[in-house]
């Protein structure tokens, strides 16, 4: 890990294909808004046209939300040595309420620039930092009190929206909007997402937009209830393994599977360092969790972390553009002795870093002595607050229990605190909790937090199932999304024995990517159900392409089909392996159709009001069986 | 397909090592009933020791339900060409109510075992089949409705307890019983399962215990939402691919990884020389789909159908031993067209082979019309009803609509019938439906066929994750669990796309493990939560071979745990890969409570009463900070 080789840069410079290259049967489309520096960037699939017995149908194509970032663009000439382009650097200026400083102004930043042997691990074009002028507040959540619609806060409706109006005012997608009612628990989704609502959900703290000032490449997203369930996915390096580049790799790798926002976890040398290279190339809001770098600071030792060491790491990661903080400010000194009896203790890490200096001094988590002060550094350049939960439970055992409660109800203090400097904040949950229990976490965290953001690790259901640990905490994922959390952290197949790999990242993403869609499904967020239909239309009518191409994981879908039916040819075929060519439920269904085609009318009229005897009649009869369309 | 190789026997005669090899740290052990012949096999995981300061402190061993037959046990002698031993041969005979004929009394079944060019492929050690003589009931239910506890409702009750009671009774298990309480949406679980507790249910047809006495090899199990839940996986040839050998070895590799029942599916050539094969190396009951094998019999033409070829293979497969027949007699005429507007049409294969049959023939269903025929043939052998769900939703879109309730109706009215002639019934239920109507689906059930135990397919929560709907699916599963479903029938990730190979096999049957532990521990079955308090604190104490050992797919869990750190060494290391041996949060926990145990009192108590600042002042005076234990 400690010294990068020269040939870091080349390494990074070329990212695989497989990384980068678009989606099959996908472009990258960028939808306008009210200025023309607003373009909105989705995914839109191109599907084949149905062919029937009357002749061809078209479909029309399918947007998606797309967090891929530029990356897939091949208009987009990608170069790492020099960042994304800075999207909102325009946005950022012309509210001219901030200033360029002269250079980093926290000592660990300055230390590190000035260090000559860092010189070959550096992102050569760091920007000087910005921070709010003096008396000016610059956060997203100060805006909207204000009742200022801000780019960012018009992208995000853009964004959330994924031309549904469209597609609304087109006849061709009347059958593909069909949808379910969804059951939202008391969210107030509404049937198009404005501005103006993002602006209100933001200003009333239901919502996010991390976009820390200094991290102008972001893509801005939004977290809350009323929204697209989101997921968050973590890379981080730690004593043991990987290095600057693989980070950087795995944030692309993130992306492009649908990761909505990175946590960079790391741990080990250099993460100064690797953060700069992930921010500058990150088009989605990057998460750290500080207390893990003032950990490194002290060499370990929690006892020996003070207030003065973690405000300068506050601001030497502000000023490199983190969009989002977590903090265990929330692991009181009278907490701790309530995990005594637990099965697994504290198991949050930042959490039992806390709960370590607390019993050390016998004094008050100073996160929370100085959280005013912490809010003071936060509002200067717009991060968000994701205030953590470092006494969740570790295994079913500890789920709500006395300990997790008490913390969330000091998050809830805190967040008020938070609000009153309009800093954003999201509240981080559990964990592992049953499935019967998941739900009670929702509610108390909407009642405790005033319905602040909710951000939850899984959770995992059941304890028994480490190698599998991406689905027993996508189980309580989806549910827990589906009762209103707003974004889900996802678990790799590894969680508990090792540290991911690609795949595991990628197994770990699509399983979140299923459990939030089933969340949005089921709360029914407007739209969601249009890709499913899609899919499902195209699998019904045995066009394999689309179906492939409509998928989460349209590679894999793919891979798995040509594993048993590999020809070409079979792309087009009008059945599949499980059944053979002879017998096919799908083909019997057209059958069936086509038989009562030739039949009469309303025997389904009788049917839906109930008029059974009437219905088999019109059957028996040899009536139309089919209404017309 | 067609001609089975001389070299099938050789090839079935020694299953690979990776099928039957024992799980590590685990013995087979044998619970024994009120008789001699009833011993109950489970799998017992010896646990290592926990060091403390204060010496070693000896962990109980965990007692597992054990679906893998003989296969793992080192003591049992396989023989794949004789079959598994007839463990309830000599229940059945006692019973002194049925008779053994000359041969097999369908007409197929009689081509077949005189057709020469077969004899490559038949099982060598077929006995004459058993039938009830005339005027008698040999079904469980019939017993379990005469107030008779057969031994295999002893069987199944001591196989649902896994020696709780035993652990109850013995302190060193006081901690690792402790559990949330569930919530069982109704149900009525036991605290203890007895006898007459499966014989009351099996009575009141809330529970299925599928055992056909022409399959006296298998270890009898249960299924109804008043036990454990169950899950069903399924094997099958199709014709474009698979063979007997390949069947055999499925169906071992099932039952290694937790299937309780299986289905073969086949429809390709010599499924009936499959099926026995199966059959008698079977420890878990064995469901068909008759029809499937009818309608080969008619070379795919379904109206070519009639009910006298279907009643043959009935009955030349309830003489092979089928534990459990799929009949789709609750698709009936006048629903076929309420499948028009449908956005997936009929996806079920037996749906679409009878809804092609009734409108080809203008006739209402001919298994509903001939129901009480059906009941005859049933009750003869003890085959139980699965009612299937012909017009179960192919898509998100489908879900819980008309054709699909109609059904579900006319499967209650079945369920009636069947019950006068006191044949078991279970339900089928779909398929595909959003997470927030999935509770729908079991309510109606219940309501619709009187507590018959449910048996659904997912269901998946959504339809845009090809290759990933094992996980789709796994979501829905774990919830309809929790609501009251009895058996989850398994999804692979190649659903939807082609056929499963021997790890999507495992991938599934591990999903749906957790899906039904998920809901035995939401429904608060007793004793669930041993196994995951047990597992837990093995993580938290880093007995990584005991982790592993408790886990539903040690193997894997070790091989992730070793791609990061291999050494021998690691395996008692205080540490792990995701943090390294230098900052570890359990490691830090520890720290924490050995500060605390040098303290004073009952800070916990204090808080417990709410009482926070005397907690506090505790603490800050340096009092006892943890309870003494």
Same mark, same amino acid.
């Given at each position: ?6 040939? /870091?840069?080349?390494?990074? +410079? ?33 599907? &084949? ?9 078209? #479909? ?12 897939? *663009? ?12 800075? %999207? ?8 001219? #309420? ?9 000592? !660990? ?13 550096r992102f050569e074009h760091i920007r000087a930092p910005r921070r709010a002028r003096p008396g000016h507040n610059i956060t997203q959540m100060h805006y909207a009190r204000q009742g200022i619609v801000t780019p960012e806060m018009e992208f995000v409706a853009i964004r959330e929206n994924c031309r549904l109006q469209e597609m609304r005012a087109d006849p061709r997608y009347a059958a593909l909007l069909r949808q379910h009612p969804g059951e939202s628990f008391g969210a107030h989704i509404p049937e198009v997402i404005t501005p103006e609502f993002v602006r209100d959900e933001v200003a009333a703290g239901r919502a996010v937009i991390p976009a820390n000032i200094n991290h102008p490449e972001l893509e801005p997203m939004i977290i809350g209830r009323n929204f697209r369930v989101k997921i968050n996915t973590n890379i981080g390096n730690s004593s043991l393994t990987s290095s600057i580049s693989e980070e950087v790799e795995k944030l692309v790798w993130s992306c492009r599977w649908g990761g909505d926002t990175l946590m960079d976890l790391s741990t080990g040398k250099n993460i100064h360092e690797t953060r700069e290279w992930v921010l500058r190339n990150s088009p ?9 770098? &003032? ?14 060491? /973690? ?6 990661? &502000? ?46 988590? $100073? ?23 470092? %006494? ?25 605190? @938070? ?27 909407? &009642?405790?937090? /005033? ?11 059941? *304890? ?18 589906? =009762? ?27 399983? =979140? ?19 499913? #239909? ?5 699998? /019904? ?6 179906? $492939? ?23 087009? +075929? ?8 002879? !017998? ?9 159709? *086509?038989? @009562? +085609? ?14 059974? *005897? ?16």
């Amino acid at each position: 890990m400690s010294a990068i080789p020269q040939d /870091f840069v080349k390494q990074t +410079a070329r990212l695989s294909d497989e990384i980068t290259q678009p989606f099959p049967g996908s472009r990258k489309i960028h939808v306008p808004g009210s200025r023309t520096d607003i373009q909105v960037p989705m995914r839109e699939v191109t599907l &084949a046209s149905t062919q029937t017995s009357a002749g061809t149908e078209d #479909n029309p194509p399918i947007t998606l939300y797309d967090t891929s970032g530029p990356y897939t *663009d091949p208009e987009a000439s990608i170069d790492l040595m020099k960042g994304l382009p800075a %999207l909102r650097e325009v946005w950022i200026q012309e509210r001219d #309420n901030t200033e360029q400083l002269e250079g980093p102004s926290s000592e !660990f930043g300055r230390a590190r620039a000035d260090d000559p042997e860092l010189a070959s691990l550096r992102f050569e074009h760091i920007r000087a930092p910005r921070r709010a002028r003096p008396g000016h507040n610059i956060t997203q959540m100060h805006y909207a009190r204000q009742g200022i619609v801000t780019p960012e806060m018009e992208f995000v409706a853009i964004r959330e929206n994924c031309r549904l109006q469209e597609m609304r005012a087109d006849p061709r997608y009347a059958a593909l909007l069909r949808q379910h009612p969804g059951e939202s628990f008391g969210a107030h989704i509404p049937e198009v997402i404005t501005p103006e609502f993002v602006r209100d959900e933001v200003a009333a703290g239901r919502a996010v937009i991390p976009a820390n000032i200094n991290h102008p490449e972001l893509e801005p997203m939004i977290i809350g209830r009323n929204f697209r369930v989101k997921i968050n996915t973590n890379i981080g390096n730690s004593s043991l393994t990987s290095s600057i580049s693989e980070e950087v790799e795995k944030l692309v790798w993130s992306c492009r599977w649908g990761g909505d926002t990175l946590m960079d976890l790391s741990t080990g040398k250099n993460i100064h360092e690797t953060r700069e290279w992930v921010l500058r190339n990150s088009p989605v809001p990057i998460g750290t969790v500080p207390i893990y770098q &003032a950990l490194e600071k002290v060499a370990g030792k929690a006892e020996d972390l003070t207030w003065e060491l /973690f405000r300068d790491t506050l601001i030497e990661q &502000a000023e490199q553009g983190v969009d989002y903080f977590t903090i265990h400010a929330g692991v009181l000194l009278r907490y701790v002795p309530l995990t005594a009896q637990r099965l697994t203790g504290i198991v949050s890490r930042g959490g039992s870093i806390m709960a370590k200096w607390c019993l050390a001094h016998h004094e008050e988590n $100073f996160l929370y002595t100085h959280f005013e002060d912490i809010c003071e550094i936060m509002k200067a350049y717009d991060v968000a607050f994701s205030l953590g939960d470092g %006494l969740r439970p570790g295994s079913l055992a500890d789920a709500n229990d006395a300990a997790q409660f008490a913390e969330l109800e000091t998050l809830g203090e805190l967040t008020r605190i @938070a609000w009153e400097h309009d800093v954003q904040v999201m509240i981080e949950g559990p964990g592992h909790v049953p499935l019967h229990r998941v739900k009670e976490n929702v509610e108390k965290e909407l &009642a405790d937090c /005033f319905e602040a953001p909710f951000y939850t690790l899984g959770p995992l259901v059941t *304890d028994v199932a480490p190698a599998y640990d991406h689905i027993t905490s996508g189980i309580g994922a989806a549910n827990i999304g589906w =009762y209103g959390t707003a974004m889900l952290c996802y678990v790799t197949p590894k969680e508990h024995l090792g540290l991911p790999d690609k795949e595991d990242v990628r197994d770990g993403i699509i399983t =979140y990517r299923i459990a939030a869609h089933a969340a949005d499904l089921a709360k029914g967020f407007p739209g969601a159900q249009v890709r499913d #239909n899609a899919l499902s239309k195209a699998r /019904f009518e045995f066009r394999w392409q689309d179906q $492939f191409n409509l998928s989460l994981d349209p590679e894999r879908a793919r891979v798995f089909h040509d594993e048993t039916l590999p020809k070409e040819s079979h792309k087009v +075929a009008h059945f599949c392996s499980m059944c053979g060519p002879h !017998f096919c439920s799908m083909k019997i269904t057209q059958d069936v159709r *086509d038989y @009562a +085609a030739q039949q009469g009318v309303s025997a389904q009229e009788a049917l839906e009001k109930g008029m059974q *005897d009437k219905a088999v009649e019109f059957v028996e009869k040899g009536g139309k069986v089919y209404r017309e369309v």
